[in-house]
């Protein structure tokens, strides 16, 4: 038995696969400390003011010097907290936010002799599924984190994390429902192909992209529905006992969840590593260099959608809480069913003609 | 109620119609405004590199000046230490022996002249009452120590540099410390004339 399995492990595959998770995570860490960096750099441009520019040249530094920080800064865990939980809650914050970028396809092909590597860890055939499963279970890094703290302030933070994403997670998920509709399938890689031909899902599904950028931002806990982490009405909000790395980990996990919802919208809506203006299929350069330059058409558009986030975030202030569900659950779920019908008697009126 | 300015608005409590409701056309709105943001000029000063240009009559940090030669100017009359409001000023005065007339400009001299910046109050009192022009306040400011006796300036940290051995150094406290004081007599004299 133990023989014959390891007869079927395909080693060449174990060890590319494992060097791609090594290097989309690692590229998904650099982005989110950068992030970081940009967020103060945008915040300061926006302000009227230089921003970080003391650490390395244009401040570049800074990310490096602020991780220095929270790792040399004392460890505490309030005597009154469960301990394990409060250990667990960053871990599965931090695990969750990485986890999303199994499925996305970060590039087409690239054939090195006569072995085939292709730009994504996992294809699943229900890639959005996972993502969504994925995203929910970092609601537990919230909540825990929140509940073990063993603080009041840190638990309503939790409790109102927790019921936003979840009021949230309906209108995105009816949202996508239409635009799988469109698409036909729920892997990410076909959704990408299908758009490569037809066109940016964006033109067919504009209704769906609004309101699942309005749920992104409210997924991410981003401005203007930061109410877990509302300083001035919950003193820090769910992380408010943690101190060091744990809170470098929460702060962490928010960005890496910025940027792969950055990288999902555009693999979505706007044609994932798809150049635009560009026929991939008919063009004469190498496969390879395509399958790079689509990657930093991927890259691009995820940048500008987290540079987004962060003009979104210095422009408007904090939804109230009443009016955050009443968005969430009057405004946007009607919007996304609609959306979801018409789309769906678009589809079936174009499959089969009048009347179905 | 008679309003102070004109620029007061009455606030609209009336419900937000459909189109306010959609929050879209204001959150446009604003980020349009933060936008216009990218091209303004920065304001920022980078202190320690770029500083505000001071006022004549800021008042700084102490310095016990010299002459051209480099003689200290002060003579350890007290004048300064009885002016002092906060009693910040201690002195301990000795006369001049046979060979130090370089050192010294008269006959008497401060072998030792504290202040206390923790107690000072940088009112520039003893700036004025001094008659030989030997304590100014200049432009320097925020001293930084670890511990209280650092506060405590003497001597060697209040007097400027002697021309004989540090001309540029002289040339710089001179000119940035020792100012015109007929300027700052003139600035405050002008609004007492007219009336």
């Given at each position: 038995?133990?023989?014959?399995?390891?007869?079927?492990?395909?080693?060449?595959?174990?060890?590319?696969?494992?060097?791609?998770?090594?290097?989309?995570?690692?590229?998904?860490?650099?982005?989110?400390?950068?992030s970081t960096?940009?967020?103060?750099?945008?915040?300061?441009?926006?302000?009227?003011?230089p921003?970080?520019n003391?650490?390395?040249?244009?401040?570049?530094?800074?990310?490096v010097?602020?991780?220095?920080?929270?790792?040399?800064?004392?460890?505490?865990?309030?005597?009154?907290?469960?301990?394990?939980?409060?250990v667990?809650?960053?871990?599965?914050?931090?695990?969750?936010?990485?986890?999303?970028?199994?499925?996305?396809?970060?590039?087409?092909k690239?054939?090195?002799?006569?072995?085939?590597?292709?730009?994504?860890?996992?294809?699943l055939?229900?890639?959005?599924?996972y993502?969504?499963?994925v995203?929910?279970?970092?609601?537990?890094?919230?909540?825990?984190?929140?509940?073990?703290?063993?603080?009041?302030?840190?638990l309503?933070?939790?409790?109102?994390?927790?019921?936003?994403n979840?009021?949230?997670?309906?209108?995105?998920?009816?949202?996508?429902?239409?635009?799988?509709?469109?698409t036909g399938?729920?892997?990410?890689?076909?959704?990408?192909?299908?758009?490569?031909?037809?066109?940016?899902?964006?033109?067919?599904?504009?209704?769906?992209?609004?309101?699942?950028?309005?749920?992104?931002?409210?997924?991410?806990?981003?401005?203007?529905?930061?109410?877990?982490e509302?300083?001035?009405e919950?003193?820090?909000?769910?992380?408010?006992?943690?101190?060091?790395?744990?809170?470098?980990?929460?702060?962490?996990?928010?960005y890496?969840?910025?940027?792969?919802?950055?990288?999902?919208?555009?693999?979505?809506?706007?044609?994932?590593?798809?150049?635009?203006?560009?026929?991939?299929?008919?063009?004469t350069?190498?496969?390879?260099?395509?399958?790079?330059?689509?990657?930093?058409?991927?890259?691009?558009?995820?940048?500008?959608?987290?540079?987004?986030?962060?003009?979104?975030?210095?422009?408007?202030?904090?939804?109230?809480?009443?009016?955050?569900?009443?968005?969430?659950?009057?405004?946007?779920?009607p919007?996304?069913?609609?959306?979801?019908?018409?789309?769906?008697?678009?589809?079936?009126?174009?499959?089969?003609?009048?009347?179905? | 109620m008679?309003?102070?300015?004109n620029?007061?608005?009455?606030?609209?409590?009336?419900?937000?119609?459909?189109?306010?409701?959609?929050?879209?056309?204001?959150?446009?709105?604003?980020?349009?405004?933060?936008?216009?943001?990218?091209?303004?000029?920065?304001?920022?000063?980078?202190?320690?590199?770029?500083?505000?240009?001071?006022?004549?009559?800021?008042?700084?940090l102490?310095?016990?000046?010299?002459?051209?030669?480099?003689r200290?100017?002060?003579?350890?009359?007290?004048?300064?230490?009885?002016?002092?409001?906060?009693?910040?000023?201690?002195?301990e005065?000795?006369?001049?022996?046979?060979?130090?007339?370089?050192?010294?400009?008269?006959?008497?001299?401060?072998?030792?002249?504290?202040?206390?910046?923790?107690?000072?109050?940088?009112?520039?009192?003893?700036?004025?009452?001094?008659?030989?022009d030997?304590?100014?306040?200049?432009?320097?400011?925020?001293?930084?120590?670890?511990?209280?006796?650092?506060?405590?300036?003497?001597?060697?940290?209040?007097?400027?540099?002697?021309?004989?051995?540090?001309p540029?150094?002289?040339?710089?406290?001179?000119?940035?410390?020792?100012?015109?004081?007929?300027?700052?007599?003139?600035?405050?004299?002008?609004?007492?004339?007219?009336?």
């Amino acid at each position: 038995m133990i023989d014959l399995l390891a007869i079927m492990v395909d080693w060449a595959l174990v060890i590319e696969k494992l060097i791609l998770i090594v290097i989309v995570v690692s590229i998904s860490l650099g982005v989110a400390m950068y992030s970081t960096w940009a967020e103060r750099k945008v915040a300061g441009i926006l302000q009227d003011r230089p921003g970080p520019n003391r650490a390395g040249w244009f401040g570049l530094l800074q990310p490096v010097a602020d991780a220095v920080k929270l790792f040399s800064k004392e460890d505490i865990i309030p005597s009154k907290a469960n301990k394990i939980l409060f250990v667990l809650g960053p871990a599965l914050a931090m695990l969750a936010a990485v986890m999303t970028s199994a499925v996305i396809p970060w590039g087409d092909k690239i054939t090195i002799g006569d072995y085939t590597v292709s730009l994504q860890i996992a294809d699943l055939n229900i890639g959005m599924l996972y993502v969504f499963a994925v995203v929910a279970m970092g609601v537990y890094g919230v909540m825990i984190g929140g509940w073990a703290s063993n603080n009041k302030f840190s638990l309503l933070a939790a409790i109102r994390g927790a019921s936003q994403n979840i009021s949230y997670e309906l209108a995105m998920g009816l949202s996508l429902i239409a635009l799988i509709f469109v698409t036909g399938s729920l892997s990410l890689k076909d959704i990408v192909v299908g758009q490569q031909t037809n066109g940016w899902n964006i033109i067919y599904q504009p209704l769906g992209f609004l309101i699942f950028i309005v749920c992104a931002f409210a997924e991410c806990n981003r401005t203007p529905f930061d109410l877990p982490e509302a300083e001035n009405e919950l003193n820090f909000g769910y992380h408010q006992e943690y101190s060091s790395m744990k809170l470098g980990f929460y702060l962490f996990a928010e960005y890496i969840n910025m940027f792969i919802s950055s990288v999902i919208m555009a693999t979505l809506y706007f044609g994932g590593y798809d150049i635009p203006f560009f026929n991939e299929a008919a063009s004469t350069i190498s496969p390879n260099i395509i399958a790079f330059l689509g990657f930093g058409a991927l890259m691009t558009k995820a940048i500008i959608f987290v540079l987004i986030f962060m003009w979104v975030r210095w422009t408007i202030p904090r939804f109230r809480y009443d009016q955050l569900m009443n968005l969430g659950w009057k405004s946007l779920i009607p919007l996304a069913l609609v959306n979801m019908l018409i789309t769906a008697a678009v589809v079936l009126f174009l499959k089969l003609g009048w009347p179905f | 109620m008679q309003a102070l300015t004109n620029r007061a608005k009455q606030v609209d409590r009336s419900p937000m119609n459909f189109w306010e409701r959609m929050y879209l056309p204001s959150i446009i709105k604003g980020m349009g405004i933060t936008f216009s943001h990218v091209f303004k000029k920065n304001p920022t000063i980078h202190y320690p590199e770029q500083t505000r240009p001071f006022s004549k009559v800021f008042r700084g940090l102490h310095v016990l000046n010299r002459d051209e030669e480099g003689r200290e100017r002060c003579t350890a009359c007290g004048l300064c230490a009885v002016a002092c409001p906060a009693e910040a000023i201690t002195m301990e005065g000795a006369e001049r022996v046979e060979g130090e007339e370089t050192l010294y400009r008269e006959e008497k001299y401060a072998a030792k002249y504290e202040i206390n910046m923790l107690r000072c109050i940088f009112c520039g009192l003893c700036e004025e009452a001094c008659p030989k022009d030997a304590i100014y306040l200049s432009e320097t400011f925020a001293p930084a120590n670890f511990n209280r006796k650092g506060f405590i300036y003497g001597k060697d940290d209040l007097l400027i540099p002697d021309p004989n051995k540090d001309p540029e150094g002289y040339q710089k406290a001179a000119a940035g410390r020792v100012r015109e004081k007929v300027d700052v007599v003139e600035t405050y004299s002008k609004p007492g004339s007219n009336s």
